[in-house]
């Protein structure tokens, strides 16, 4: 069974950083784009950045871009995402769905086949 679980999420002061982990088992990691999203509630689930089978990343977020940063490790199975000085509007449930190869251009989720259940980010104001 594919299965993505989500973690290193927290509370965190604004200028802070987080490390989520994305770790994946149950279907050929490898071939797979991994993306990281976000929602909060009453809106919808927004593409924030993604890495592809091949290592090509992509940020789709304008305020993430300069601050975010996704990398994958193909031996453990696990996709980061290293989010560096946070800011209030950060605060989400950030989830990452799994789509075959190539992420997509413009963040759409509608295309990931896999979803994680996500973790919480908190940036208090």
């Known amino acids: 069974e594919a299965q993505l679980v989500e973690s290193g999420g927290g509370s965190v002061q604004a200028g802070g950083s987080l490390r989520l982990s994305c770790a994946a088992s149950?279907?050929?990691?490898?071939?797979?784009?991994i993306g990281w999203f976000r929602q909060t509630p009453g809106k919808k689930r927004e593409g924030v950045s993604c890495?592809?089978?091949?290592?090509?990343?992509?940020t789709w977020r304008d305020s993430a871009k300069g601050r975010f940063t996704i990398s994958r490790d193909n031996v453990q199975k696990i996709v980061y995402l290293y989010m560096n000085n946070l800011k209030p509007e950060d605060t989400a449930t950030y989830y990452c769905?799994?789509?075959?190869?190539?992420?997509?251009?413009?963040?759409?989720?509608?295309?990931?086949?896999?979803w994680g259940q996500g973790t919480q980010v908190t940036v208090p104001s």
């Open positions: 769905g799994a789509e075959w190869k190539y992420c997509s251009d413009n963040g759409s989720p509608g295309e990931y086949e896999f």
């Open positions: 149950g279907f050929a990691f490898d071939g797979y784009a």
């Open positions: 890495i592809s089978s091949s290592g090509d990343t992509i």
